[in-house]
């Protein structure tokens, strides 16, 4: 069965951090670019981050350069998003899909409070 | 960036009618390899969002028949030619051929 699996959100105070991780499987994952997309509570889906097969190309948001960095492990066919600097605004869902949206995880909830 | 507009934002619809959705970019959505990366999503209440429309007319599988994308260049239309009561949803459309990626503001779709 094809399967993204999300995991790592949760609670996290402004200016900390939170390490997402997705598990893919029933697919080869090292020869699909994967995404992280998110959705503000009530929100539309906001594109934020995106890694080409190797990992050589790396594309995000301008909202979130400099403070979320995107990465994948090709042998365990897992994508993370370490996200440091942590904003209110950063709340919301955090999706992990394949390339454009071909196959999208059931997401992971960032809260970002004090 | 590239904005992407929807129209209408709400659409209310009788069962077995046919629904029409807008989605314009404010700039050409044709890349340079001749693809235009042009996508519809749909989210139904509670659930993650799935791919229905790829490259403006491309169904994924098992996407019913009922629903088909058009367009070219800055002008899209995702229509639904018998709207059923498990199509209520918000629908989104998503450029992937500049970066940013960007996604249009949904248009919320539910029976009147």
């Known amino acids: 069965e094809v399967q993204l699996v999300e995991s790592g959100g949760g609670l996290a105070q402004p200016g900390g951090s939170l390490r997402l991780s997705c598990a893919a499987s029933?697919?080869?994952?090292?020869?699909?670019?994967m995404t992280w997309i998110r959705q503000a509570p009530g929100k539309g889906l906001e594109w934020v981050a995106t890694?080409?097969?190797?990992?050589?190309?790396?594309y995000l948001v301008d909202s979130v350069k400099g403070r979320f960095t995107i990465t994948r492990d090709n042998a365990k066919s897992s994508l993370y998003l370490q996200m440091d600097s942590l904003r209110v605004d950063d709340t919301a869902v955090y999706y992990c899909?394949?390339?454009?949206?071909?196959?999208w995880g059931q997401g992971t909830q960032v809260i970002v409070s004090s | 960036d590239v904005v992407m507009t929807q129209s209408p934002l709400s659409l209310p619809v009788t069962l077995g009618q046919p629904a029409s959705i807008s989605c314009r970019s404010s700039?050409?959505?044709?890349?340079?390899?001749?693809?235009?990366?042009l996508n519809w999503f749909q989210q139904r209440p509670g659930q993650s969002p799935r791919r229905l429309i790829y490259?403006?007319?491309n169904r994924e599988s098992g996407v019913p028949d009922r629903f088909s994308g058009s367009g070219s260049g800055t002008d899209f239309t995702l229509k639904i030619s018998r709207v059923e009561a498990e199509d209520v949803g918000v629908y989104y459309c998503?450029?992937?051929?500049?970066?940013?990626?960007?996604f249009g503001q949904g248009t919320n779709v539910d029976i009147k």
């Open positions: 899909a394949g390339g454009q949206g071909a196959l």
């Open positions: 490259k403006v007319s």
């Open positions: 890694l080409s097969q190797d990992g050589s190309n790396e």
């Open positions: 700039q050409s959505l044709l890349h340079g390899d001749g693809n235009t990366f």
């Open positions: 029933g697919f080869t994952f090292s020869k699909t670019w």
């Open positions: 998503m450029q992937g051929t500049h970066w940013p990626w960007t």
